[in-house]
């Protein structure tokens, strides 16, 4: 159902406004939560009390759960004493599964209503640009609390689980609530923010004061964009080999060699190979954190978005391959789950600065449209990801499966980074990144008349030269440049014919009347 997520909520994000979307998005998640949380009352049996006298003894029917309410009742595997008299409640087993078909139900609507993140991605690229550094700051800080969340939140419902099982539901019920009542009350449509208040210190008038808007880009939609199909398949690589190393990593721990096997003794071995798991994350969750926030606009501001990814997925993807043939102990995997984690905490921020950017100018009405592609291909990657790696390790122990699977896994990851190195390639080179160079003004006179962009046009100026000077080319002009006196000749033809402008815009525009008036056959000097 998150893939169905994908396919509604951005639309609706792009028609009604953000604002509308999480507000339904959240709404929708409360009520799924409280669904899940009291499915534990739809799952029990019809309670059957019954009196026992003195001395009596009573038979309990196999799956009887009883409980004693009043006197001394003695309870045994299947039979109950009274010693001096009592009451008991019993539960029989009714097969009774109205529970766990309530809790999938929640599970569905959770995944219904859960596809914002490729809403808030469009929203922030909305309000942040052109202001890329700002842009990069807070795609930073999402990814943070998103990964706050999943290293704080899972301690916190363990203890709050303390106290009934349904308990984290209800608190994760109510923080739903609390985070409606927020986005109702604070949350503004990027529209509301496009309008500045600019306060007269003078007058102590307030104005409104309107940014400067740009010509809306006109290009392909998100469906027909191929930058946005390749970033779509690098994400399916991406998280192929995430979910292989939530799927592998315990089925690695229960090899031999890391002695977390009790002989005989089934559950005792998976609570320790739990407890080792759990162990393992924390290296890999405090990493990635840290590595996600801090360490990547640290790295980043020196050597760039793009090298950083690229030592971040080189990082990643050693360690992946090093899981299955340099690991027999738990302290490889310690030592190797934290690399893992600075890996990705170098390589995943480092895709969302470029992919928003481009989003952001090239979709800018259907900006969370064209953000759900990528992470609907991660969606993929989710679901395909454990079923080829399951098949590839297989049922039996053999360690060499395992190791390819591991190996396979780095692969996948590498693969999955260098599409979108690719991918932040193409972005670079298209006409709507050439747009940032230009103001407002200059932008609409390219597009009123009809201009080339500015590198094609000078590249086709030079093939037309090159044309013009060559014989046998359809240009020819006869000039034949073998000898020096014509070649200078040429070069002072060329020299006077494109003046020299000067670069102030007034100065500019005066200069280039002067050029049209003396039809461009003299320099034109300050």
């Not at 990069?136 to 943070?144: D, E, Q, V, Y």
């Not at 409606?180 to 600019?198: E, I």
């Not at 470029?354 to 609907?376: C, D, E, N, W």
Request: with cysteine; glycine share 10%.
């Amino acid at each position: 159902m998150a893939i169905v997520s994908l396919l509604w909520m951005p639309k609706l994000a792009d028609k009604q406004g953000t604002k509308l979307c999480v507000l339904i998005s959240v709404l929708g998640t409360a009520v799924a939560y409280g669904v899940q949380g009291n499915a534990y009352l739809l799952s029990g049996c019809a309670k059957e009390t019954y009196t026992l006298a003195a001395n009596e003894t009573m038979t309990l029917w196999t799956g009887h759960e009883c409980q004693v309410l009043t006197g001394n009742v003695t309870l045994a595997d299947a039979s109950a004493t009274a010693q001096s008299g009592g009451t008991l409640e019993c539960t029989p087993s009714c097969g009774n599964k109205n529970g766990v078909y309530f809790m999938i139900f929640g599970q569905i609507l959770a995944g219904f209503f859960g596809g914002t993140q490729p809403v808030l991605r469009g929203y922030i690229a909305k309000i942040s640009l052109p202001n890329m550094q700002l842009l990069k700051l807070r795609s930073t800080m999402l990814f943070a609390s998103m990964q706050a969340g999943n290293f704080a939140l899972a301690p916190i419902a363990g203890v709050i689980s303390q106290f009934g099982l349904f308990w984290p539901w209800y608190a994760a019920t109510g923080t739903a609530v609390l985070v409606l009542l927020f986005v109702l009350l604070f949350f503004k449509n990027p529209q509301a923010l496009q309008a500045l208040a600019v306060v007269d210190a003078e007058k102590g008038e307030e104005k409104e004061k309107e940014k400067e808007k740009e010509p809306p880009y006109e290009g392909v939609s998100p469906v027909k964009d191929h930058i946005l199909w390749l970033m779509w398949c690098g994400y399916i690589c991406i998280f192929m080999c995430i979910s292989a190393l939530i799927l592998l990593l315990p089925l690695l721990l229960e090899y031999d060699s890391f002695g977390l096997l009790v002989p005989g003794d089934v559950e005792r071995s998976r609570e320790r190979i739990a407890s080792a798991t759990s162990m393992v994350m924390i290296p890999h969750g405090v990493t990635n954190l840290v590595c996600s926030t801090v360490g990547f606009l640290i790295v980043s501001s020196y050597i760039g978005d793009r090298n950083t990814m690229r030592i971040g997925v080189t990082i990643t993807s050693v360690c992946m391959a090093l899981y299955g043939f340099a690991s027999t102990q738990v302290w490889h995997m310690l030592l190797l789950h934290g690399f893992t984690g600075v890996g990705l905490g170098l390589t995943v921020p480092a895709i969302t600065p470029t992919l928003q950017r481009y989003v952001g100018m090239a979709h800018s009405s259907k900006a969370a449209q064209a953000s759900a592609m990528p992470i609907f291909g991660g969606q993929i990657g989710q679901v395909i990801g454990p079923l080829i790696f399951g098949q590839i390790v297989g049922d039996s122990r053999d360690r060499l499966r395992m190791n390819l699977a591991w190996l396979i896994a780095a692969v996948c990851m590498l693969t999955g980074v260098l599409l979108l190195d690719f991918s932040m390639v193409m972005v670079n080179r298209h006409p709507v990144m050439k747009r940032v160079n230009l103001t407002s003004e200059q932008l609409k006179i390219m597009l009123s008349t009809d201009a080339k962009d500015q590198d094609d046009f000078v590249e086709e100026m030079c093939q037309k030269l090159r044309g013009m000077l060559t014989p046998g080319h359809a240009d020819y002009r006869g000039v034949r440049v073998f000898s020096g006196v014509a070649q200078r000749f040429l070069v002072r033809l060329l020299d006077r014919s494109i003046p020299k402008l000067r670069e102030d815009p007034e100065e500019h525009i005066e200069d280039a009347g002067i050029v049209a008036m003396l039809g461009g056959l003299h320099r034109v000097t300050a």
